[in-house]
């Protein structure tokens, strides 16, 4: 069984035991799971359904693998940069992305 989902703009095919890193987003500090709700297709080998955008009562459990604040992440280090040919000018910008690292414990359809 795999589900597709929607958390922070982007989508996630996601299984059961899956490990992904999803937006950072606010959870308080003594929960032990998420519920995404934006559940777009789910399928269990047999049947699908699909959303029009969203599937009414489904939901993906998610739990953290250590405490809520421990499962910040972070995401690989960019070099942006900004250049302008012939002007003798250049500017290199680091950046770093924060996730949050979930398991995915059920699908709920």
């Keep these: 069984m795999y589900a597709i989902i ?62 809520a604040e421990d499962a910040v992440v972070k995401g690989p280090k960019l070099y942006p940069m900004h250049f302008r040919r012939r002007k003798n000018s250049s500017k290199k910008i680091g950046h770093r992305q924060k996730y949050l690292q979930v398991v995915i414990d059920s699908i709920e359809a």
């Excluded at 606010?26 to 599937?55: C, H, M, N, R, W």
């Design 6 to 67: 929607e958390q922070g703009g982007k989508q996630y095919k996601v299984s059961q035991g899956d490990v992904i890193n999803i937006e950072l987003t606010e959870v308080p500090d003594d929960a032990k799971t998420i519920e995404l709700d934006k559940v777009l297709f789910v399928s269990d080998g047999q049947t699908i359904q699909v959303g029009a955008p969203y599937l009414d009562g489904a939901k993906v459990v998610a739990s953290f693998k250590v405490s």
